[in-house]
Structure formats: C-alpha cells, structure tokens
C-alpha cells in the first residue's frame, strides 16, 4: 500500500505574482529555491525519522526528485522513501502475535513526513518572499 502525501501551501496568492516574474526574468531560480525547499524538508523529516534495527535504515531511503513541470505553470519536487516499511513507522500498525493468537496491540506512528510538511507549511511564506525579495528587490 502506498501513501501519498502532498503539501499544499494557503496564503501564497501575493506571491503567486511576484513569482511569475521570477518565472519569467529567471527561469532556473525557481528551480533553485524549489531544491532548496526539498532539502530543507528532507533534512527535518531525517532528523524525526527513528533509527531501526535493520541494514537500510528508513533515514537513508529518502530520495529527493529532480524539478517537475505540470500542467500549466505548476512545478514540483517529490521527496520518497524507498524503504518498504516506511508506512508502517509513519502511520502506525497493528502488532501480530507470532504464534497466532490475537492482536498484541497498535504500534503508533512518528509522522515524521506529515510533522515536516506541517512546520514547512508555516515556514514557506517567509522563507519565499525572502527569496523573492532577494532576486527581485523590493518592488512593490
């Protein structure tokens, strides 16, 4: 089963306008901050992501996507991991009995990615207009 999470930022629409001149006087800089965004959130998901037991470790399966172009002009970065229990920590789950018997009980989940997007998302507006205060100066 996989889980897809998408982060959507509210409040961008002021924004919105300042960077499509960036998009259009600057083509790669907004590539530039969307890869520095990316590693930021992947540097706060490793930070909360627990340290298993196991040869691959969940913090060394994050993988970071190159700059994507949707539909219009919406760009994207993913951030994954390859780990395949990576679900299971994030979410939670259920503890089996190994003889068969009933359930034990529910692990919790550490929603170390939901945790970061959340704090990413009250972090994102300033850290954007900053960058865009930076490339275009101050006009306004």
Known sequence: MADDFEIKFNGLDELQIRLNEVREKFPF????ILTKLG????????ARTPTGHHKKH?????RLSKVEYGAGNSSF???TNANPLFHLVEKGHVVRNKEGGPD???AKGVHM???SMT???????ALVEKWLDGV???LK
């Open 58 to 62: 969940l913090k060394s399966m994050y």
């Open 119 to 125: 704090e990413m998302d009250a972090a994102v507006p």
């Open 29 to 32: 800089k907004e590539e530039e």
């Open 77 to 79: 970065i993913t951030l």
């Open 39 to 46: 590693k930021k959130l992947k540097a706060m998901t490793i």
């Open 113 to 115: 990615m939901e945790n």
């Open 136 to 138: 275009l100066g101050d």
């Open 104 to 106: 034990i009980g529910f």
